[in-house]
């Protein structure tokens, strides 16, 4: 039994990396995908992780699945097409660390996973199912995606879903507004951005949308503010807990899948998912930001996860 399982993308970041000899951009190979970067987190934070997705039969595919499992994710349930090649998408940086994203996914291996390609042991013995809008932007991912929710679910699961919005992947921004909150009515937890919080609520107030998500099903909801920290909505209850600043940031990339793998590692290693309290809550809150306070010190999304030994001696040191 896994206490975590994470379906959607796994893919390649290619992230700037200088200039060459011949004055050209270099890019670097890094792993990445933002279900993949959360069960990622929650593995370094000592969780049992499984992963869900597919990949092509090529080199990336191979390097991502290595990947993962020297990390300790499981990856029985990743499936390597011969049709398709592994996604990969291009991260230019500036000098902030802010991202700028050029997709290859056309379609990647990523969009084509079936829901008869799913486990279904995994999605009925897991604790908590995650997922994302990105395998909901194209079929046959969003058929699976809803398949493995709804049967996640049905059989007790948490669901847990962060919407990781990518404008250049959808054909519009009401497609992706209507697919996006297709999954609301299943998710348990839900996090998103500042700036993705009018797109699943039509509120662009942190507090209203998460008064929203709150009134419309949720347990648990979380708005992540940048180098603001993050705000908590849980039983009727808000709380913006700050975030810790760090001397120099390299690369955001991952930090908000950082965020959300802590968060839920801490929840997954309390006494019960349903004993949760708005102080505990609050603290874990606090662990998260640590977590992807971290992962912007380093390039990359995956290698870029921090330790649970490197999360308790930044909050010690604070």
């Known amino acids: 039994m896994f206490d975590l399982v994470a379906l959607g993308e796994l893919l390649i970041d290619f992230t700037e990396s200088g200039i060459s000899a011949n004055n050209q951009r270099l890019f670097e190979q890094n792993p990445g995908g933002a279900v993949a970067n959360v069960a990622c987190a929650a593995s370094r934070l000592g969780v049992r992780t499984s992963f869900i997705g597919k990949v092509g039969n090529d080199m990336h595919g191979a390097f991502l699945a290595s990947t993962l499992q020297s990390i300790g994710v499981n990856t029985d349930n990743l499936v390597f097409s011969d049709e398709v090649f592994t996604t990969l998408a291009f991260v230019a940086l500036s000098q902030k660390g802010e991202r700028t994203f050029a997709f290859a996914r056309k379609p990647g291996a990523d969009t084509c996973l079936k829901a008869e390609e799913i486990s279904h042991e995994l999605l009925s013995s897991c604790r908590i199912l995650h997922v994302g809008s990105l395998s909901m932007t194209d079929e046959p991912a969003r058929g699976a995606t809803l398949h493995a929710v709804k049967t996640a679910k049905g059989k007790g699961a948490i669901i847990s879903y962060d919407p990781n919005y990518r404008a250049m992947l959808w054909r519009s921004k009401s497609e992706a507004i209507l697919h996006m909150r297709s999954l609301l009515p299943y998710a348990d937890y839900v996090k998103m951005s500042d700036e993705e919080t009018a797109l699943l609520t039509d509120f662009h107030d942190p507090k209203q949308a998460l008064e929203y998500l709150l ?104």
């Open 215 to 318: 009134t419309n099903g949720a347990r648990i909801a979380v708005v992540t503010l940048g180098d603001k920290g993050a705000m908590l909505g849980f039983s009727g209850r808000y709380v913006e807990v700050p975030a810790f600043k760090m001397p120099k940031i390299i690369d955001t990339t991952g930090a908000g899948d950082a965020f959300w793998g802590a968060f839920l590692s801490r929840i997954l290693k309390g006494a019960s998912l349903n004993d949760l309290n708005f102080d505990t809550l609050t603290e874990y809150v606090r662990f998260a930001n640590a977590a992807a306070a971290l992962c912007v010190t380093k390039r990359g999304a995956i290698p870029a996860m921090p330790t649970e030994e490197e999360v308790w001696k930044l909050i010690e040191n604070r």
